[in-house]
């Protein structure tokens, strides 16, 4: 590191130093890169600091996030206009460019249009065209999530959908896209209830199966 700060590298260090979970370190530009090449865990930076938060995935949020990945396959494996990525997929946003990056981790999964992806830096690319972001909450990233990253996935122009899934308990915040403008928000709560892909159903009682709260 060029800076005589020592930042953790690995998920035992972030986690000696933030027992809750995100961590928050204050960095300039240069040092959140050096972190990034060199850490095991994600990382944003916004405001000038690294937001920072382990790679580790609980149960729940693993469970989650391979429901999801095996419903979203199904979904779009014979649409070859579309590409299914897992966790981590970042996703750049231009109108956002003032946070110094743009680019920001879905904690979730990401569908986008097969477009070139946008080089951030050397050997690290972003999605630019994402139709649908799915975010796995956790305590811990909940004020990011809700107060950071939402607004700035609202501001990506070939976003339609937005879901916002809870580990604690079977509910999902869906954000969709009426007009560039206008995103109607709805949140479920009942295992009937579903959200709609493509124009496909998949209620709640899918999604949260074999989970017991």
């Known amino acids: 590191m060029t800076s ?6 690995t998920n035992q260090e972030l986690a ?13 530009w240069d040092e959140y890169w050096e972190v990034l090449a060199a850490a095991e865990y994600r990382a944003d930076f916004y405001n000038n600091e690294i937001i920072a938060s382990m790679s580790y995935e609980g149960d729940i949020h693993s469970h989650l996030a391979s429901e999801f990945g095996f419903l979203l396959k199904s979904i779009f494996t014979d649409l070859k206009s579309f590409r299914v990525y897992n966790s981590n997929r970042p996703v750049y946003i231009p109108a956002c460019k003032h946070l110094k990056t743009g680019v920001f981790n879905s904690d979730g999964m990401v569908i986008s249009l097969p477009t070139t992806p946008y080089e951030y830096q050397k050997g690290m690319t972003a999605e630019t065209t994402p139709i649908l972001l799915i975010e796995i909450l956790s305590e811990t990233t909940q004020s990011y999530d809700w107060g950071t990253k939402l607004p700035c996935y609202k501001e990506i122009p070939s976003l ?7 580990q604690s308990k079977p509910k999902i915040f869906v954000m969709e896209r009426e007009a560039p403008n206008r995103w109607v928000e709805t949140t479920l709560t009942q295992a009937e209830e579903a959200i709609v892909i493509q124009g496909q159903s998949i209620p709640l009682q899918k999604i949260y199966r074999e989970l017991y709260f």
């Open 160 to 166: 339609q959908q937005i879901f916002f899934i809870e």
């Open 16 to 28: 000696a130093i933030g027992k809750d979970g995100l961590v928050r370190l204050p960095a300039n």
């Open 4 to 9: 005589d700060v020592k930042f953790p590298l």
